[in-house]
């Protein structure tokens, strides 16, 4: 496996270069064109994606709207919850050019953890912090969010739109 996987990923920051060795195994280089679907919205989460080469688009549909919540290029990872629970899908990914992703199941992510507990603990940790300044981005979106509704009902007569 071609040398991306190092620790400039921050997934990977922990590790030594003889632990990333030991994890390269784990992972299967997959190709995709253009406009691909990689998961669904709903769908069954199984695996971690770190994008080698390529764009990825993360969106998720809000009634008939796609709202597209990030993008990721080389380098980068996403898909990491499914490492964490059996969970759905809380978002759609797909390709936006064609895009080389490595691909770590859940599966293989529990041997590992069998296998080389200390890597993996390593990798929880990082993921752990990952998530954490994820979901403080997406307080921060979603205060923004209040606070642009408020503003907004603050303006409008809610009776006139209502009460007929």
Do not use: W
């Amino acid at each position: 496996m071609e040398r991306v996987l190092n620790q400039n990923l921050d997934l990977l920051k922990y590790l030594t270069d003889e632990e990333i060795e030991k994890i390269t195994a784990y992972f299967k280089l997959n190709e995709y064109p253009p406009d691909q679907i990689v998961f669904d919205e709903g769908s069954k989460g199984d695996s971690i994606y770190i994008i080698k080469k390529g764009h990825i688009q993360i969106s998720k549909k809000i009634e008939n709207d796609e709202i597209i919540l990030s993008e990721f290029g080389d380098g980068m990872f996403f898909g990491e919850i499914a490492l964490l629970d059996e969970g759905a899908r809380s978002a759609a990914a797909k390709t936006l050019r064609k895009t080389e992703l490595y691909v770590l199941f859940r599966h293989d992510f529990t041997e590992l953890m069998t296998k080389e507990p200390a890597i993996a603990c390593k990798i929880l940790l990082s993921l752990g912090e990952i998530l954490c300044d994820r979901i403080r981005k997406s307080n921060e979106n979603l205060s923004t969010y209040v606070m642009l509704n408020k503003a907004i009902l603050d303006t409008i007569d809610i009776s006139k739109v209502y009460i007929k």
